[in-house]
């Protein structure tokens, strides 16, 4: 299967390319009804749209219009030809969302998708509704912190990502134990986009950004939040270690609220799906008090 037809898998949803700032940006869209909200999904690193399927499915299903978007040089978005810095992905979002005719919106981000997410929040409080977080403190609390990265040779990762054995080896030591053989097993759905000639490139890139943010990165990220956020993390995760929430509510000015998976590591959307989607509903049931169909469907 091509990388193409990887990224644009057929499903409950419709594949879309939206001009923004520049950039074409792939965008899955599901749930289009008027009058429902919107919830912005923003994936992880090495993923792309596709890890969040399943919630898909469950937050239309739900009654929510559904907007999973690729990041800026992952999945099938432009490979930006420079680097990028966490602030530009940010704007993306923004952009993005006034693209697709959408004023107001919960915002919700894995890993780096959660940096990016977090960064939302700094930066336009006004259009968010809520962000929740998956394994992703905010971005500042990581700064100056060792992880627990697979290598951290810069050629070596390029050629490790290209080949597919990085993404394997990240998705498998991440996750929690027990889910180890499910996520080797979706190791070359999310390889094979980063096959794209300058792919690997554009992908790392965008990892850094979110990893070291710049001077005018950390200058948004000192302001205040002023919409709730929800952050989730696996205790299981093989990459971002507990200590780096502890200073989340004192970095956002927010009181965050920390929701815990037992077993779950680093993609807890992949790794307890259901769980995840849950979470995700009973989330939007307090968001949207008086929306039909946000209430829990457990």
């Not at 193409?4 to 409950?12: E, L, N």
């Amino acid at each position: 299967m091509s990388a193409a037809s990887q990224v644009r898998t057929a499903g409950p949803w419709v594949h879309r390319d939206v001009h923004a700032r520049g950039v074409s940006f792939h965008v899955v869209v599901a749930g289009d009804k008027p009058g429902r909200p919107t919830v912005f999904l923003l994936h992880d690193f090495p993923l792309n749209w596709w890890s969040w399927r399943e919630q898909i499915k469950a937050l239309s299903d739900g009654g929510f219009r559904v907007i999973a978007m690729d990041l800026r040089g992952m999945g099938g978005s432009d490979l930006q030809p420079d680097s990028v810095e966490l602030l530009d992905l940010a704007e993306d979002v923004v952009a993005v969302a006034n693209a697709t005719g959408t004023p107001s919106y919960t915002l919700v981000g894995a890993g780096i998708g959660g940096a990016v997410a977090w960064t939302v929040a700094h930066l336009a409080p006004a259009e968010l509704r809520s962000v929740v977080t998956f394994a992703a403190p905010h971005p500042l609390s990581r700064v100056g912190r060792g992880s627990s990265d697979v290598t951290r040779v810069p050629l070596s990762r390029k050629r490790k990502l290209r080949s597919g054995s990085l993404v394997e080896s990240m998705l498998t030591s991440w996750c929690g134990p027990s889910h180890a053989n499910h996520m080797s097993g979706l190791a070359e759905q999310y390889a094979s986009p980063l096959r794209r000639v300058f792919a690997a490139n554009a992908a790392l890139e965008v990892e850094q950004a979110t990893k070291k943010p710049s001077s005018a990165s950390k200058k948004v990220l000192e302001g205040r939040v002023e919409v709730p956020v929800w952050s989730v993390r696996g205790m299981r995760d093989g990459h971002v270690p507990p200590s780096s929430y502890a200073d989340d509510s004192t970095l956002s000015g927010q009181v965050v609220s920390h929701v815990e998976l037992a077993e779950s590591g680093h993609f807890p959307n992949e790794e307890e799906p259901e769980a995840v989607s849950q979470i995700l509903l009973d989330h939007l049931a307090t968001t949207y008090p008086d929306r039909e169909g946000t209430r829990s469907q457990g």
